[in-house]
C-alpha cells in the first residue's frame, strides 16, 4: 500500500491526487513502512528487535510486544509489554509456569495442599501471584507500570527474575504430588 507523502492517506500507483488531502502525488509516493513512527510505535518496535537480537520468540500484537521464553529449564515465560501513547512509560504483564510439574490431583486434601503452599509462596515473593488455575496448573503471574526507561532491561531482569523464583519454589511446590 502506498501513502500520500504529504498526510499519509492511502493512494494507489495511478492516483495523481491524495483524494484525502488534495496533494499531487509525486512518481514515487511515500511507502506505508516510511510513515513517521509514533513514539509508541518506536520504543515496541526497539524492544522487538532487542528481543530478537537475544533469541527470545517475540512478535508484535494489536501494539504489544508478546514474547515468550523457553529455556533449558522446564520453564515457559510470557511477557506482554504495552508502551503508553507517548512511549514514556507501559504496563507489562507476565506469565510463568513449569512444563514438569504434573497437574494437582483434584482430591480435597491434595488441593487444600496445593492453595496452602500457593499462599505461602505468595506471602514469600509478593511481586510474583502464584495462582492454582482450574485445570489444576500451577500458575504466576504479575502486571505493573513500566516507567520511562530501558525496557529491554525490564524484560530481561523479569524473565531472569521469574527462573531464580521458580527455582526456588519447586521444592516446595513438588511436595504437594
Same mark, same amino acid.
Given at each position: ?16 491526487? #491524495?483524494?484525502?488531502?488534495? @496533494? ?15 513514539? /509508541? ?22 501494539? #504489544?510486544?508478546?514474547?515468550?521464553? !523457553?529455556? /533449558?529449564?522446564?520453564?515457559? +515465560? #510470557? ?18 509456569? !513449569? ?16 492453595? +496452602? ?6 506471602? @514469600? ?7 492454582? /488455575?482450574?485445570?489444576?496448573?500451577? %500458575?504466576?503471574? +504479575? ?17 531472569? !527474575? ?10 516446595? %511446590?513438588? /511436595?504437594?504430588?
Amino acid at each position: 500500500m502506498l501513502r500520500c507523502a504529504q498526510c499519509g492517506g492511502e493512494v494507489s500507483e495511478n492516483d495523481r491526487f #491524495c483524494f484525502n488531502c488534495g @496533494a499531487a502525488q509525486t512518481a514515487s509516493p511515500v511507502t506505508q513502512e516510511s510513515k513517521p513512527a509514533t513514539e /509508541k510505535e518506536r520504543r515496541t518496535q526497539e524492544l522487538f528487535q532487542h528481543l530478537k537480537s537475544i533469541d527470545v520468540d517475540a512478535e508484535i500484537v494489536n501494539g #504489544c510486544v508478546r514474547t515468550t521464553w !523457553r529455556s /533449558k529449564s522446564p520453564l515457559v +515465560t #510470557c511477557v506482554s509489554i504495552e508502551f503508553d501513547e507517548d512511549g514514556k512509560g507501559g504496563r507489562l504483564t507476565s506469565a510463568v509456569s !513449569r512444563k514438569d510439574l504434573p497437574l494437582v490431583p483434584e482430591d480435597m486434601a491434595s488441593q487444600v495442599r496445593a492453595l +496452602t503452599i500457593v499462599n505461602e509462596q505468595n506471602m @514469600a515473593w509478593r511481586w510474583l501471584t502464584f495462582y492454582l /488455575k482450574k485445570d489444576n496448573r500451577l %500458575f504466576a503471574r +504479575t502486571d505493573f507500570r513500566v516507567d520511562d526507561g530501558p525496557a529491554n532491561q525490564v524484560v530481561e531482569y523479569l524473565i531472569r !527474575r521469574h527462573v531464580s523464583i521458580w527455582k526456588q519454589c519447586v521444592g516446595e %511446590f513438588k /511436595k504437594i504430588f
